[in-house]
């Protein structure tokens, strides 16, 4: 059986052909999708899930040479066999020359077929993962740089910022109270307090403290945190279910950390209801989160915050964790919450998942292992 399964498309006129050729690929895993002419694959439009087309270079109605162009426009991932009569070599080299993958010669020997079939699977496999190799130290160069640049410019930003606010606070105090600049004054204030929040959020993200490993109980960190969003929930008409029913919610790891993780949550779930909604908050225990994964049942605690609010565009989806990625106005959203909590996570060893549907709402599931093996986290330690 095949292990890297393709979603095929076969174009063939001949109803015995079509029939043998989706039985021999079938059974060894894969699966399959047929049409019958030129016609039937112009009028096909859900491409982008297809990893080859096993094509007929002759058609009733038309030849691969004119289906080539149409097929890698539509669908450029998708890799092309193209089938030609015995004898038909130039038939094969004009069909490759028009960009298909490979040939076949009729007959078709099965093993001929899954062979070629599975180097393309093989293929493909390997394409994914190096663009989602690419991706990960894409973002893990991101990270690194944003947060070398954010240590240092907050650093340096915070001196002359200390400075100003303590040069207006004491302009303010001299100033009588009905003079005409108080107001100025105040909103600089205002600003400044901005900036320091800003700088304070930039600084969080940079810092890459090891976790504080402690046991704490999930479900009473949760009634804490929610407790922050009291005010929001009530004036945006939000119902709030906690649902922690399963055995107990304690796990291993850093306290402040997974505060600062639900708060991010918890936020950014509150902020897509702006009408109201229901945001559910469940805790429970799963097995290995994969297979293989060397561990027993119930060692990872699921942390899932469910919201039905806005939701995220497929677009966007795979971009919410990047550093400074955000949707919201400015001054709104620094675009670091998820990028921070991701790397919470990560730093637990757990991982962090979002599932969406725009208009509907959104799931984010942090997986925590119970018992995290952390490098260099110190135990009880205080200092940072
Ligand atoms: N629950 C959610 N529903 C809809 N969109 C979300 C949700 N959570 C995150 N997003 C989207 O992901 C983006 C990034 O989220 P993130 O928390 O990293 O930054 P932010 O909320 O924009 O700003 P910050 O958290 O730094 O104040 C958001 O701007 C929003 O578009
Ligand atoms: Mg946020």
Not at 133 to 138: A, D, N, P, S
Not at 229 to 245: L, M, N
Not at 326 to 342: E, F, I, M
Request: net charge negative; charged share 25%.
């Amino acid at each position: 059986m095949e292990h890297n399964p393709l979603h095929l498309l076969i174009v063939e006129d001949d109803a015995d052909t079509r029939a043998n050729l989706r039985d021999i690929l079938t059974l060894n895993g894969h699966s399959v999708e047929t049409a019958t002419g030129m016609a039937d694959v112009l009028s096909r439009t859900a491409w982008s899930t297809f990893g080859a087309v096993i094509l007929d270079r002759k058609l009733p109605d038309g030849t691969a040479e004119e289906l080539l162009p149409h097929l890698r426009q539509v669908a450029p991932e998708a890799a092309v066999i193209v089938v030609t009569g015995f004898g038909d070599l130039d038939g094969a080299i004009a069909a490759i020359r028009h960009g298909a993958a490979d040939y076949l010669l009729k007959p078709i020997s099965p093993d001929l077929l899954l062979s070629r079939v599975t180097r393309i699977a093989e293929h493909r496999r390997l394409a994914l993962e190096k663009s989602e190799l690419e991706h990960q130290v894409r973002q893990a160069e991101k990270l690194a740089a944003v947060g070398q640049l954010t240590a240092g410019l907050a650093h340096e930003i915070g001196t002359p910022l200390n400075v100003i606010s303590g040069r207006a606070e004491m302009l303010l105090e001299r100033m009588a109270a009905d003079d005409p600049s108080r107001g100025d004054i105040e909103r600089i204030l205002v600003q400044i307090e901005r900036i320091t929040k800003l700088v304070t959020q930039m600084l969080n993200f940079a810092r890459t403290r090891p976790p504080e490993i402690r046991p704490i109980g999930l479900l009473p960190l949760v009634q804490e945190v929610l407790a922050l969003f009291e005010h929001q929930v009530r004036s945006h008409h939000i119902a709030v279910q906690v649902d922690g029913s399963g055995p107990v919610s304690t796990i291993r790891a850093d306290p402040d950390q997974m505060q600062q993780l639900l708060f991010n949550l918890l936020h950014n779930a509150i902020d897509a209801m702006p009408d109201g909604g229901t945001l559910t908050i469940r805790i429970d225990r799963t097995g290995p989160r994969q297979e293989g994964e060397d561990a027993t049942d119930g060692c990872y605690m699921r942390l899932e915050i469910a919201d039905t609010g806005v939701g995220i565009a497929p677009e966007h989806l795979t971009r919410v964790f990047e550093p400074f990625f955000t949707t919201k106005a400015v001054g709104k959203g620094t675009g670091l919450g998820l990028a921070v909590s991701h790397r919470i996570v990560q730093n637990h060893g757990g991982r962090i998942e979002v599932k969406s549907e725009v208009g509907e709402g959104t799931v984010f599931s942090a997986y925590l292992p119970i018992e995290p093996e952390v490098d260099g986290a110190a135990e009880s330690g205080r200092d940072e």
